[in-house]
């Protein structure tokens, strides 16, 4: 069959990931493998407009898959969010010889990707976003990297907080998602997770279960934070003044974007890739990658970005069971 494409462009766009690059090396190497030419647009959809667009080949992406970031750069694009910005793009897409798009990064660059698609742009998007954030999907590039520097971070905290008997209120990226809050709250086995999509902001539970927990012996307290209600300086103040036990609040940031990535994270991020590169082959946009079930899947873009995410109930209630053992 013959392709329907012949010249791919790639950006990264949004905050970025671990694995974007094991993305960008298996849509380059794709796309040259099926005898397409390849343009990397550098930082995202800011890049698009600047015109600032590369020829790659097979040896742009040597020594990438192990290291975090984007080649590529990344950006946020606020005229990009209007529709002459958009307008712009695609013509400059076209101007380029730019007939297939993979843009990787979050929601709000698919909300670009449907636009360019809308204009006449093939384009295909892959979910590169450390927040796991993107409901069509149960992996998105870059959050196993991030769960685990984090992970190792919070064990890291906890040597600390144990030899100074603290409570240590440690807060997690994911944006107003907490799925990076519930699994290092599970895999650290934290005392309290707090996450925002659940959270009913009864500080005073925690202050009991705190003072619950010194009670039978306990050396440390760990609350894992999430982003979403953040306030962990002024809840490490007040827990503080609450319960005597010295608190300290440790906000572990950026470090949680960085980084070589996972093996998990190199893996579906290349099959996201070369995944891509064939829906384009086949004539295929507007349409988002997942992973589901143990397997690839394709949606409508629309379609993708009005489904609803919600954390698994199952593994809330595993976290808030396995953390409350020894309180009564
Ligand atoms: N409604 C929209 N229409 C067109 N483009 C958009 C729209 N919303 C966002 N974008 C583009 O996508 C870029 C990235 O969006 P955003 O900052 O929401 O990050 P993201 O892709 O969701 O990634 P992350 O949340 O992981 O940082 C924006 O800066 C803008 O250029
Ligand atoms: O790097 P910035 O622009 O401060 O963005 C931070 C946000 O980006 C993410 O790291 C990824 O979406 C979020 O977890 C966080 O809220
Ligand atoms: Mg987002």
């Not at 010249?7 to 397409?36: E, F, K, Q, Y």
């Not at 009913?200 to 609350?223: L, P, Q, T, V, W």
Request: aromatic share 4%.
């Amino acid at each position: 069959m013959s392709n329907k494409v012949s010249t791919i462009g790639v950006l990264t766009s949004g905050g970025d990931a671990p694995g974007m690059n094991a993305a960008i090396r298996a849509v380059v190497r794709t796309a040259i493998a099926n005898g397409l030419k390849v343009k990397g647009i550098r930082r995202g959809y800011s890049g698009l407009l600047e015109e600032d667009i590369i020829d790659m080949d097979a040896s742009s992406v040597s020594d990438i898959i192990q290291r975090g970031g984007t080649i590529l750069y990344t950006a946020r694009c606020l005229e990009f969010k209007t529709p002459e910005g958009q307008q712009k793009g695609a013509e400059i897409c076209r101007k380029h010889g730019i007939d297939g798009l993979v843009v990787i990064g979050g929601d709000g660059s698919f909300q670009g990707a449907r636009k360019l698609a809308n204009l006449g742009i093939n384009t295909v998007a892959l979910p590169g976003t450390i927040d796991l954030d993107i409901a069509c999907t149960d992996y998105t590039i870059g959050f196993d990297t991030a769960v685990n520097t984090a992970m190792e971070a919070i064990d890291k905290v906890r040597d600390t907080s144990t030899s100074h008997e603290r409570c240590s209120i440690i807060e997690v990226m994911g944006r107003n998602a907490g799925y990076i809050a519930l699994w290092c709250g599970i895999a650290n086995g934290a005392e309290d997770i707090l996450i925002t999509e659940r959270y009913d902001h009864d500080e005073a539970k925690i202050i009991e279960n705190i003072k619950h927990s010194r009670s039978i012996g306990k050396k440390h307290h760990i609350i894992v934070n999430a982003e979403g209600i953040g306030d962990s300086n002024g809840m490490a103040k007040r827990i503080e003044a609450a319960t005597g036990m010295e608190t300290r609040a440790t906000i572990i940031g950026h470090i949680q974007r960085g980084g070589s990535p996972t093996c998990i994270d190199r893996v579906y991020a290349s099959e996201m890739g070369a995944y891509a590169v064939d829906l384009l082959c086949k004539g295929e946009s507007n349409r988002v990658v997942g992973y589901r079930s143990g397997g690839l899947v394709d949606y409508d873009i629309q379609e993708a970005l009005e489904m609803q995410k919600d954390i698994d109930q199952y593994l809330y209630d595993v976290s808030r069971t396995l953390s409350r053992s020894l309180q009564s």
